[in-house]
């Protein structure tokens, strides 16, 4: 009958290749770590299951709504004017974008390159402006 209990090996010294150096702790550990097939995989899964919204195209009554705040806020730009915008921005990586909001003082209403400048250096496009909301609404 054969022994399992290694008695007649357990008292010999551990063996130590003379031709390949001895590997580290970190080295041996590093052999038992999880192996990702597909890398990048959980980042496109995540990627593709971000939504972005469709960007709203404004009826002629939110045109005109928004074109009357930006020439109060041109005709006051001197006294910088606070003003919460909601504007569109444009996703980078997919079709779409999402809807923010910047609330501050206008410092420029710059018709050459049809955008609004805050005091804070920001700027929005008109063209991504859905709606401009002014503390004391335009007589």
Request: glycine letters at 4%; aromatic letters at 8%; zero cysteines.
């Amino acid at each position: 009958m054969k022994r399992n209990d290694y008695s007649d090996i357990i008292d010999h010294p551990h063996h130590q290749s003379a031709s390949r150096p001895h590997m580290s702790m970190n080295d041996r550990a590093a052999q038992f770590s999880p192996f990702a097939a597909l890398t990048g995989y959980h980042a496109a899964v995540d990627e593709t299951a971000r939504l972005t919204q469709k960007r709203i195209i404004p009826d002629e009554d939110a045109i005109a709504a928004v074109d009357e705040a930006l020439r109060y806020l041109s005709g006051r730009v001197s006294e910088h004017p606070e003003a919460l915008i909601t504007f569109f921005v444009p996703d980078d990586k997919k079709e779409g974008g999402s809807y923010t909001e910047k609330a501050g003082r206008v410092s420029k209403i710059d018709m050459y390159n049809r955008s609004v400048l805050f005091m804070s250096g920001e700027s929005i496009h008109f063209e991504d402006i859905l709606h401009i909301e002014l503390p004391q609404e335009p007589t």
